[in-house]
């Protein structure tokens, strides 16, 4: 029995009974769909999601000495397990391409993501020690996000606040984290193009990028000041409540 419909029209009802409600998305790509759905009615608000900036900021590790990955360009992956929705196909084209000169690392692997991986990327499993991942964002050259599907991926702000430069897939709201400074965004899917945008990040050299990452994580991704956006957000809930007498 298909109850669809029905479940459809009855949670519009619901929602949208509501006098006063205010929606928040937390990238603009999200509140364009809010935007297009029954919700519409109501007021939309983008607020970014925020990180601890000062634990997540720009380190002196010796994690390059200990993987011998001295001299080395490295490309960095993070995600809470993988599969074909965070790109493993895309990392293991990647380390066909690129010479020994390169080493590719990824960080939140499954024991199935393991076994799809090629030999010669550095597979890591998620780490539950903070300070070693801050180390990794901020050893590496560049950090790619060949992601399929996201809101807001929490992942490129804490490589910009480590300042690191970030290289996406143009999807969901993961390019909104970068500007002309910080980053390039390729269009989903195209190998090519994200080959050719490593490759610049490399010929750049981070040092170019790296004041710009750091500098656009304290301006936008501070979670002290994305707190006091919710705040404010609930305060003006709380009086239009008060002055439609709800």
């Known amino acids: ?107 939140g692997l499954t024991e199935s993501d393991k076994k799809q991986i090629s030999p010669k990327i550095i597979g890591m499993g998620r780490t539950s020690n903070q300070q070693e991942l801050i180390d990794i964002y901020s050893t590496v050259d560049v950090f790619i996000n060949p992601t399929y599907e996201d809101n807001f991926p929490t992942t490129n702000i804490e490589a910009l606040a480590c300042g690191t430069p970030v290289v996406t897939y143009r999807t969901g709201g993961s390019p909104e984290a970068l500007d002309e400074n910080t980053g390039l965004v390729v269009e989903k899917g195209d190998v090519e193009v994200l080959i050719s945008a490593i490759s610049t990040i490399r010929n750049n050299g981070k040092s170019t990028y790296s004041k710009a990452c750091r500098e656009r994580a304290v301006k936008c991704f501070n979670k002290d000041d994305r707190f006091e956006d919710y705040v404010s957000v609930y305060e003006e809930v709380m009086t239009n409540s008060k002055q439609q007498g709800i």
């Open 1 to 107: 029995i298909d109850r669809s419909s029905r479940n459809y029209d009855l949670k519009k009802h619901l929602f949208t009974m509501v006098p006063n409600i205010t929606m928040v998305s937390v990238s603009d790509w999200l509140h364009e769909l809010v935007a297009e759905s029954y919700m519409s009615k109501y007021p939309i608000r983008t607020i970014h999601n925020g990180i601890d900036l000062e634990k997540f900021k720009p380190s002196e590790n010796s994690f390059r000495k200990q993987h011998n990955l001295e001299g080395k360009f490295m490309v960095l992956g993070v995600a809470d397990g993988y599969g074909q929705r965070k790109g493993i196909p895309e990392f293991n084209k990647l380390s066909e391409r690129f010479g020994d000169d390169v080493k590719i690392v990824m960080v």
